[in-house]
């Protein structure tokens, strides 16, 4: 979506929200950190004078789309979001879907299992409880400290491989993987390793977000942009 804003000659800011330390560089004018919730959000919009907010963020940082949705509102700044359709199991999959990460952590079975835990970093320690397992986890950035006992960090940025997955899961003899619906095809590839190796899959629903307006494509996103005279 950056690099359509940029090469149509759109006035647009990219902001991260910081987690990781070596952001991928965009085409456009770009911002990193949090605003400070809705207050500094709504603080923002009117210092920037910025015309259209577009809520780009992961499926599962709900939190800050909710202060997008009570900003925007504020500010009377039209919102639309750009979110990824979430994953839909097809045959041959054997996935298992719970709410959260409690009822992730829930799912797991009682006897010791090697789980890739492909859900970042921000909730390892939610699986701290059962010490049983070992832990393949694949981050961005090298951690300083891991919250679980037993566990392998892989270093690694996405999109993914479908043989690039198979052979991780079966280098380190996964038995069952836990990942969020987060949707799109970056990171899919785990999703169909585990069908063709038959492995069962923990999927975590995504989390509550108020209504608001919402597509799933860049042409759609452009279309909304050109029909209210541009601006970002």
Request: proline fraction near 7%.
């Amino acid at each position: 979506m950056a690099k359509s804003l940029a090469d149509q000659s759109i006035d647009a800011v990219f902001s991260y929200a910081g987690r990781t330390e070596a952001p991928l560089r965009q085409p456009l004018a770009q911002r990193i950190g949090g605003f400070g919730g809705v207050a500094g959000l709504v603080r923002y919009l009117r210092e920037q004078s910025i015309t259209h907010l577009i809520d780009a963020t992961h499926p599962f940082a709900a939190q800050m789309s909710r202060n997008a949705v009570q900003a925007a509102a504020t500010t009377q700044t039209p919102l639309l979001a750009f979110e990824r359709a979430p994953w839909q199991a097809v045959q041959g999959d054997n996935w298992q879907s719970v709410p959260d990460m409690a009822g992730a952590v829930a799912a797991l079975p009682d006897d010791p299992a090697r789980v890739f835990l492909a859900i970042g970093r921000q909730a390892l320690e939610d699986f701290a409880v059962k010490t049983q397992h070992h832990y393949i986890l694949r981050l961005v950035d090298q951690p300083a400290a891991l919250p679980l006992p037993h566990a392998t960090a892989l270093i690694a940025r996405g999109p993914f491989t479908l043989q690039g997955d198979l052979n991780l899961l079966q280098t380190h003899h996964v038995t069952h993987i836990v990942a969020k619906n987060a949707g799109g095809m970056g990171a899919r590839a785990k999703l169909d390793a585990a069908r063709e190796l038959r492995l069962p899959v923990i999927l975590i629903d995504r989390p509550y977000v108020p209504d608001r307006p919402k597509v799933d494509t860049v042409a759609q996103v452009l279309a909304w942009l050109h029909s209210a005279n541009r601006g970002v």
